[in-house]
């Protein structure tokens, strides 16, 4: 007989055993067990990937692609009732907050985020707002630095108290390419096939794709344009 021997029921429960007598039992938190405090909360999310959930409140829903990549990271908080999340089978570091706190929730925000995209280093996304959205098409490229706020964290008022900054959302669509420090904020729209020059502040909805958009706030420097991931001296000249 083994002096000390380890049993593992179906449950995840470890046994330990010393000369055959149990002397201790633990169970192993699997790192993608989400964190929920509320009633009727649906999460979906794979077990490879770093994937963090948050949940305070009622009757959100929660669905990370099975496809995500290993090394992938996916941080979602959500403070509020009635929240969508979608994300897709991205490469990279994500950080999704919807409702700021316990303090602040918000309700039926809306997150849709396609597959094959990558992020260099962590894309915050924030929604402060209720009723607010962020859409995100196929393929995008994600570099450093960059915060996509879908609302304002606070008011600005008229003369005679009208809030002037209401949130409706942000929309990115497909093979959307999006430099280095860029601030893309509430109540935008960057079409297909767009690039978003470094350190550029985005402010408004742009119609035409293909464009380059840069400077603050940003403007079309250049229309008519095609991007790829592989570097310049990896593409083939055209004739």
Request: net charge positive; aromatic share 6%.
């Amino acid at each position: 007989m083994k002096i000390v021997s380890k049993e593992r029921r179906d449950d995840g429960t470890r046994i330990i055993k010393l000369f055959g007598l149990r002397v201790f039992a633990y169970q192993r938190k699997h790192k993608n067990n989400p964190s929920i405090c509320g009633r009727n909360n649906v999460v979906d999310v794979p077990k490879n990937g770093l994937v963090k959930i948050n949940i305070v409140g009622h009757d959100n829903k929660v669905v990370v692609d099975k496809q995500l990549n290993i090394k992938s990271c996916v941080h979602i908080n959500i403070y509020g009732d009635n929240n969508v999340i979608n994300v897709g089978a991205i490469y990279g570091k994500l950080q999704l907050c919807v409702g700021a706190n316990v303090s602040l929730p918000v309700q039926n925000c809306r997150v849709v985020i396609g597959n094959d995209s990558s992020c260099a280093d962590w894309l915050n996304i924030l929604l402060l707002e209720s009723d607010s959205y962020f859409d995100m098409g196929q393929d995008c490229m994600f570099s450093s630095g960059i915060n996509i706020r879908c609302s304002d964290a606070h008011s600005v008022l008229s003369a005679d108290g009208a809030v002037l900054n209401r949130a409706v959302g942000v929309k990115i669509g497909n093979h959307v390419w999006v430099g280095q420090d860029v601030l893309i904020s509430k109540n935008t729209e960057i079409p297909d096939g767009c690039i978003v020059g470094a350190r550029a502040v985005v402010t408004k909805k742009f119609i035409k794709p293909n464009c380059v958009l840069a400077g603050i706030p940003a403007r079309v420097t250049k229309e008519n344009i095609r991007w790829s991931r592989n570097p310049p001296d990896k593409m083939k000249p055209t004739k």
